[in-house]
């Protein structure tokens, strides 16, 4: 229910754009926030938004990366800057998501289908 997209191959100092969009019966979305995973590594925080829009950057993308979001659109994006080789990653979106049901409202944590970034040096 969150669809990813964006990523690709850039050279080193290039730019790229993610988005992620969530779908259905969305009440409202509490934290944003995007995951990357290198091969061998485990998958680490990259930045987190809540719906005050306050931000959380890894240490290793501050000044690169910009998160943000449109509650509107139930989208998120993660603008990335300045990349470099170990930048390389699947990148994964994560949603805490309140969805409408016939029966009242239920919440639960959505993982999108994961992008690949490629930094080339």
């Known amino acids: 229910q969150l669809q990813a997209s964006g990523g690709g191959l850039v050279q080193a100092g290039g730019s790229l754009g993610l988005s992620c969009a969530a779908s259905?019966?969305?009440?409202?979305?509490?934290?944003m926030g995007w995951y990357r995973q290198a091969p061998g590594k485990q998958r680490e925080l990259v930045a987190l938004?809540?719906?005050?829009?306050?931000?959380n950057y890894a240490d290793s993308v501050k000044g690169r990366f910009t998160i943000s979001r449109d509650n509107a659109k139930n989208t998120m994006y993660l603008q990335m800057n300045s990349l470099k080789p170990e930048d390389t990653a699947v990148y994964y979106c994560?949603?805490?998501?309140?969805?409408?049901?016939?029966?009242?409202?239920?919440?639960?944590?959505?993982w999108g289908q994961g992008t690949q970034v490629t930094v080339s040096s």
């Open positions: 938004i809540p719906r005050s829009g306050s931000t």
């Open positions: 994560n949603m805490g998501v309140t969805y409408r049901s016939a029966t009242g409202r239920y919440t639960g944590d959505y």
């Open positions: 259905g019966s969305i009440f409202g979305i509490n934290v």
